[in-house]
């Protein structure tokens, strides 16, 4: 059984999606969070920040970005 796709892009012949039901998990008002990727010394950088300061690592980017967002916006 070979999981290649062919020169068209299709999907391989032998995955059968026949017995599937679309949509099935679809859930109306869900939320996507998108994982950020960052480079290993800005995340250790920031880290690092985040715990001088006593706060999540998460909030600590957040904070950062609406601090750039505000800065763009003032240059409009």
Same mark, same amino acid.
């Given at each position: 059984? %070979? /999981?290649q796709l062919d /020169? /068209? /892009?299709e999907?391989?012949?032998?995955?059968d999606f %026949?017995?599937?039901q679309r949509?099935?998990?679809f859930r109306e008002g869900t939320v996507l969070r998108l994982p950020v990727y960052l480079d290993g010394e800005i995340? %250790?950088?920031l880290g690092a920040r985040a715990d001088a300061k006593g706060i999540s690592?998460?909030?600590l980017v957040n904070d950062l970005l609406k601090k750039d967002i505000e800065l763009i916006?003032?240059?409009r």
């Open positions: 059984m %070979s /999981n /020169n /068209n /892009n999907m391989p012949a032998e995955i %026949s017995g599937t949509g099935r998990l995340q %250790s950088y690592f998460d909030r916006e003032a240059l």
